[in-house]
């Protein structure tokens, strides 16, 4: 396999120089995340019902106009990767948080279904720059090979974003309606995040000094590789059957006699969920093939899923298979954080997982969407749920190659 030697790069800061500092780092880029989490992605999740209820738009429409700002976020995404590696953070995360703040209120203020797109594509803009693909690439490069316990903290972090932020929804839905309700998140975005984004992160990235005869492996030599292909149709088919499933929890709980108060609380859990997922990565052999992780993550997501479709009652248990596809999409999320670093190490990380991880966000955009339509298609959410735990079985099957 040919690759290419460059230099490679190196932290602002080396990781034992003032720790104290660097710990404040991590706590700020943390923060930034649960605010930006909550407020680009998980808040439209928990209105829509109320959103297509008060304008007359199909819960359909409303989720897949939301969806089309995730796929811009994946194809800007590909073009943020590789101005990360190439320059710092500072300007970038914090031109997202600015974008996104304006585009919460031109969703919040939309006539029509068409300003509503509109809004939601300036949101997706500022998704690519200060959501897990960015702050992967601020961890990757600011820690290289110590990056497992920064990227599990902010991951911590990140999962914690809807069960902070699915209770402040529901609470401000009860007492206003969900035009105002956006615009306070909107400056709740913009207050929190553009400061901590303009004074906590990296202006540019110290160059390291030149290590010879060693091998950095490129966006185009990765994509020769069948390792890569393996690696991306297993990660998409799990990443399919976990959002698709626990974003649309709020219908499929609802479908089974669960209130909508307890669906959007069982939303917040799930995101509890995840941090416990996160921390469980943590204990996993680092011995392993990278495929392992993988593959095990696939096998419990498919008998998660397969449990949330056969229960109805109790009502108790159905939650709790809920919050445990939670902690799986949690342990999913870091196992994919480190797929590229893991299999073709740090440098150019953030260009390689710029391409790895576009088709995997345009496949999360599109279930929110993928969710109604499939249930409706096949007749309950039920079905989709068994049919979707299949589809993680196969990528357990997958994973082996990859």
């Known amino acids: 396999m040919k690759v290419i030697a460059e230099p490679r790069l190196a932290p602002l800061e080396p990781l034992g120089a003032q720790p104290a500092r660097l710990h404040r780092r991590l706590a700020a880029l943390s923060l930034g995340q649960i605010v930006s989490w909550g407020v680009l992605f998980y808040a ?21 106009l939301y969806a089309l700002g995730l796929v811009v976020s994946a194809g800007v995404g590909i073009a943020v990767g590789f ?18 703040a304006t585009g919460m209120c031109v969703v919040a203020l939309s006539p029509t279904p068409v300003v509503f797109a ?40 990140g999962g914690l974003a809807s069960t902070i932020f699915a209770p402040i929804v529901v609470a401000l839905l009860a007492v206003t309606d969900w035009r105002t309700t956006f615009l306070v998140l909107a400056g709740i975005l913009f207050v929190v995040t553009v400061p901590l984004h303009w004074f906590s992160l990296e202006r540019a990235w110290a160059p390291r000094p030149h290590l010879e005869h060693t091998e950095v492996h490129t966006v ?36 089974k006699g669960v209130s909508y108060e307890l669906a959007a609380i069982t939303l917040g859990l799930v995101g509890a969920g995840q941090v416990v997922g996160r921390l469980l990565f943590m204990v996993l052999p680092r011995d392993r093939q990278p495929w392992v992780p993988l593959a095990a993550v696939a096998a419990a997501s498919a008998v998660a899923l397969l449990a949330i479709s056969w229960l109805s009652a109790p009502v108790w248990l159905l ?13 999913q999320t870091l196992v994919q954080a480190n797929s590229v670093s893991d299999r073709w190490g740090s440098a150019n990380y953030g260009s ?17 969407a993928l969710g109604p339509l499939f249930a409706d298609s096949i007749g309950s959410f039920a079905a989709m749920t068994a049919i979707l735990a299949g589809l993680a079985a196969v990528g357990a099957l997958l994973a082996r190659g990859s």
């Open 220 to 255: 185009r030599t990765v994509l020769r590789q069948r390792r890569f292909w393996m690696l991306l149709l297993a990660t998409a088919a799990i990443a399919l059957s976990l959002y698709t499933v626990t974003i649309s929890i709020i219908p499929v709980l609802l479908e």
């Open 44 to 64: 439209l999740i928990v209105a829509a019902p109320v959103i297509a209820e008060d304008t007359g738009w199909s819960l359909s429409l409303v989720m897949g």
């Open 319 to 331: 939650l709790v298979v809920a919050i445990i596809a939670g902690a799986i999409r949690g342990t």
């Open 118 to 157: 509109i809004g939601w594509g300036l949101v997706g803009l500022a998704q690519a720059g200060v959501l897990y693909q960015a702050a992967f690439t601020v961890i990757t490069h600011r820690y290289g090979e110590r990056r497992q316990v920064p990227l599990t903290v902010l991951t911590l972090a």
């Open 352 to 368: 390689i997982n710029g391409v790895f991880s576009a088709p995997l966000t345009v496949l999360v955009a599109l279930t929110p």
């Open 83 to 100: 101005v990360l590696d190439r320059t710092g953070p500072r300007l970038i995360m914090t031109a997202g948080s600015v974008v996104g």
